[in-house]
């Protein structure tokens, strides 16, 4: 079965720090790769995400993630984090071409991440 | 655009009864709906998928006849948590996929917490 690691589960960090969380899954065939972030009290919205083309992808607030197909990982980054970035932050992996998985999100356990002014 | 409301938000319950949590999409048409569960602390695990018309495609370990989900309309999907019980306690997040099989991006309601005495 697929899985999704994210390295991290509990960031802590300054205003203007740069920020980057991990994120590796198990999958070997072809993948549709996102980011989403829940802010306190919140939904899920879309941070950004990776069908194909450009492995650098850049998304909303500042975010990117790179797409490293060799080492099965989708690493989100951001050079100089904010107070209003203090969420949780979930990458979400689906991968196609299995019939079991297609069409389905298997997500990471989260990050907590803590913007301290 | 994209955006995906739930109701209720809150749900208390006594056990035994049946609840019923509505998934709306409000300004695009959902071909395929998921229904996901997310417990304190931890990632979002899928329940069901269903599409528009079909009957709901549930994941492994997860009762059908308890957790009864309609997709009757574009824009609308039903899960009813049958004779709920204080371990069905828990977050329940919609998601919605404009396209056929979740390919596309999926958008996330705010959730429905389920409490049950």
């Known amino acids: 079965a697929q899985s999704v690691s994210q390295h991290n589960h509990h960031v802590i960090l300054s205003e203007a720090a740069s920020l980057e969380l991990g994120c590796n899954y198990s999958?070997?065939?072809?993948?549709?790769l996102f980011w989403y972030v829940q802010y306190p009290g919140q939904h899920l919205q879309l941070l950004l995400k990776?069908?194909?083309?450009?492995?650098l992808v850049k998304g909303i607030k500042g975010f990117e993630a790179e797409f490293i197909k060799s080492k099965f990982s989708f690493n989100l980054r951001k050079p100089s984090v904010q107070w209003s970035d203090t969420a949780e932050y979930f990458c979400a992996v689906n991968a196609l071409g299995t019939t079991d998985s297609w069409g389905k999100l298997q997500f990471g356990a989260g990050t907590q991440v803590v913007v301290t002014p | 655009g994209a955006v995906v409301s739930q109701h209720p938000s809150r749900v208390i319950c006594k056990s035994g009864t049946s609840v019923k949590i509505e998934c709306r999409s409000l300004?695009?048409?959902?071909?395929?709906m998921f229904w996901y569960r997310q417990f304190p602390k931890q990632s979002l695990m899928l329940m069901a998928t269903s599409n528009e018309g079909s009957k709901a495609t549930y994941e492994q370990g997860v009762e059908k006849d308890k957790f009864l989900i309609n997709h009757a309309s574009l824009t609308l999907s039903t899960l009813t948590v049958t004779s709920a019980h204080p371990e069905d306690s828990s977050f329940y997040i919609c998601?919605?996929?404009?396209?056929?099989?979740?390919?596309?991006?999926?958008?996330f309601g705010p959730g429905t917490r389920l409490t049950v005495l």
């Open positions: 998601s919605a996929s404009r396209l056929a099989g979740g390919l596309d991006t999926q958008y």
């Open positions: 300004d695009f048409q959902a071909t395929t």
């Open positions: 990776y069908f194909s083309g450009d492995p």
């Open positions: 999958y070997g065939g072809t993948v549709n």
